[in-house]
C-alpha cells in the first residue's frame, strides 16, 4: 500500500530530535536558528549551491584565477600586525598542490580552522613571496575538527554527520546552508539532517490543484523540495524555487482574500449622499457642505487629490461598503482628501471618526481638521432651516470623565459630527448615532480585529438600530498610510483594501536638501542653520537618539539633551520639548507653542514622527540617525518642506553599521518614498507580513515582493478563484491547515470563525 503524502503540518509536528544526530544540544542550537520541527529544516532553504564539477585543483590554478578549493588544513599560526590586529595564517593542502591563507582582523579563524580541517575555500589565487595564497576566502568547512565555540565535541553526532559529509562531497551539487559559528552548526551538519528529512518525508501533499499547477508551469511540492535542496543539476533549482516562492505568496494572498471575504460576509453599505462630480467645481444649485468645504479652501487641489475624491465620493455613495486605502507619500496632502470624505459622510446626516496610533497625532488632527473646516455649518435637525456650527471633538484616553461622558453623549445624540481620536474610540461607552466613515491613519498600528470592532461600532448606532436610511448597515472605511510602499508591497500586505493613490506634491514644494552630517564640522554647520533660521523668524525639530529602556528613560535623555543644546550649539534660543510622558495638556500646549513661534526650537522624541504640520518648520535635526530606520527618517523629514519655504534635514551620527551607512547615504540621496522604500526592503529583507511572528515563522522566506510580482499576481488569481465560492476553504481542507501554521491565533480566530 503507498504511503500516505505527508502535510507540512504533519511535518511541522516532528520535532528535529527525531533525525540521526540531533541530540539536546544540537536541537538547542536549531531551535536558536528558530528551527525546531521537520518542517522549519525544510524550509532552511540552501543560499547557495557549490557546483563540484567547478571545483579546482591547487596544481591547476595560475595567478588571477578566482576558484573553489577542497584542502585539508595542515598548520596554522596567528601573529598581531604592527597595528596590533590578529593575522591568522593557514597552510593548506589539496593533495595536488599547497597555498597559504590569510586573514586579516579574523582571530576565530583559528578556531575554526584547526589542523586537520577540511575545509572549501573560495576566492582568488595570488602570489606571495613566491607562494600561491588566498587573502580573505569565503570558507565552508566540510569536516571540521573540533567545535568552532570550543565546547570540544562530547556530541553524539558527530560519527553520523561527517559520514554523511563525507558521501555529499561525491555529489555534484552541494547545498550551502547559512552556517551559525554562534550557535556552533555548520552548513554541513545542517545538509545532512535536511536530507534526511527529505528522504524520510517522502512525497508531500499537494494542495494547489493539479489544474492550476499546470496552467502556472510550476513543479509538484515533492519534486520542489527535493529539488532546492538536492539538486540533482544547477538547472532544476530556479523551477524548485519559483514554486516554493509561489506557495509562500500564495498563503499570504489566501490570508488576505480571506480576511476581505470574511469582512464583506454580511456587509451592508451605507449610500452615502454625495456624488463624484463633486470633486470639481464650479458647482450649480444650492452648494452642499463638501462643495463649500472645497470653495473655501486657501489652495487649490492637486490634480491627485481631485481624482481620489472622485474615486472616494463614487464609492461611498455605491452599494457595497468603501475598503480603501490612501497612499500618499508626505506631504502629499491626505487630510483635506480624509476631511472631504468625512464632509461627505456628515451632509448624508452620518457621523465621521478619524482614528490614529497616538495622542499627539490625535491632537494634530483635531487641530488640522478644526482649521480646515473653520465657519462650516450643519443643519440643526430641530429646527426647521436652522444652522448649527459644525462640531468636530477630540477623545483619547487622557479625556477626563465629565468631558468623556459629555462627548459620548453628544456622539450618541449626532451633536457631534466628527471625532478625533485614539484607541479610546474603541471603548464600550463610546456609541454613535449613525457612524457613516471610520477613517484610520496609519493602517500598520491597527489590527484587522480592530477595523471589525470599529465596524461594529457602526453597527450598532442608534440611526442603525431604528428603522430607515442606514439600519444596521457599515460605515465605510478609509485607511490613510504614508509608509512608502511598493506598490506590490502594498498589494501584499493590503490585499483586501483596494488602493488609491496620491502621486503628485502640492505645487511650490521645494525639495528638502537632506545632509548627512557624520564629521563634526558638519554638525557644527547643522545648528548654525538652526540658528539662521530661527532668526529668520522660521522652526526647527531636534529629535533625540533613541535610547534602549522605557518610556520615562527615554523622556530623561530627552531632557537632558534639551539642557545640553540649551548650554551648547543653540545657546541664546527658547527652546521646547516634547515626549510621550508628558501630561496631554503639556503637550498641547508645547506643540501650541511651537506654532505659535514662542519657542522656536522643540526638542522631541519621535513622536512628532507622524502628522504634525507647522508649515513655518524648515529645519529637521534627527540626531544618532543611524538608529532610525528608513521609513521612520523618510516620516520625520516630512515634517519640514509643508510650505514654499526652502528645508533642510541634517541626519547626525556617522552610522555605526553598513547598513546604518546605507540608509543615511539613500536618504541624502533621494527623496522618493518609493525609492526609499525599495532601498529599506533591500536592506532588511522582506520579514514578516502575516501576524505570524509568536510562532517565529517569516511567511517569505524565498518569495520576494520585489522580484516576483508575477508570481504574486498569480496567487492573487488563484486565491480569488479558490476562495470565490468557498470562503471558508471547505472544499480544500489541506490548504486551509497549511495557512493556519502560519497564522496567530487571533487571526484564525477571525478568519475561520463558523
Ligand atoms: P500628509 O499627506 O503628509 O498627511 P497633509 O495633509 O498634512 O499631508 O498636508 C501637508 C500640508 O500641505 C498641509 O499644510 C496642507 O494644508 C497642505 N496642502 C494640502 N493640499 C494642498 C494643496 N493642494 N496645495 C497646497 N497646499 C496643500
Ligand atoms: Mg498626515
Redesign the pocket.
Known sequence: MATPERTLPQLARIPVTRLHGVGDRKAKALGELGIESVFDLLTTYPFRYIDRSRRADLADLAVGDEAVVLATVRTVRTRRSRHGRPIVELAVHDGTAGMNVVFFNQAWRARQLPSGTEALFFGKVDRFRGARQMTNPVVDVVVGVGEADGEAGSEEVSEEASEEARRRRTLRIVPVYRASAKVGLSSWEIGAWVEEAVRRAGPLADPLPESWRRQLGLVARTTAVHDVHLPEAMRVTAPARRRLAFDELFRLQLALVLRRRALEADARAIRHAVSPREADGPWGGEATLVQRFLAG?P????GA?RSAMRTLFGEMAGPLPMHRLLQ???????????AAALLASVQGGHQGALMVPTEVLAEQHSF?LRA?VEGLSVPEPHRLGGERPLEVALLTNRTSGADRQRLCRALESGAVDIVVGTHALLTDDVQFHSLGLVVIDEQHRFGVEQRAQLRDKGRASVAARAEGPGAGADPDLLV?T?TPIPRTAAMALFGDLDMVV?DEL???RVPVETVWAATHDAEERAWSRVRSEVEEGHRAFVVCPLVEGSARVQARSVTEELVHLAEGPLHGITLGLLHGQMPPSDKEQAMARFRDGTTPVLVATTVVEV?V?V?EATVMVVEDAGRFGIAQLHQLR?RVG??DLPSWCYLLGTGDTDEAAARLAAMARTSDGFELAEVDLELRGEGTILGTRQKGRTDLVLASLRKDGDLLDAARRVAETLTADDPSLEGHPGLADELRLFLDPDEEAFLFKS
Open positions: 479652501l489652495f487649490s487641489l492637486t487629490q500618499g507619500d508626505v506631504g502629499s496632502g491626505k487630510t483635506v482628501v480624509a488640522a480646515l490613510m504614508a496620491l502640492p505645487p511650490g502628522g504640520d508649515p516630512g509643508r510650505s
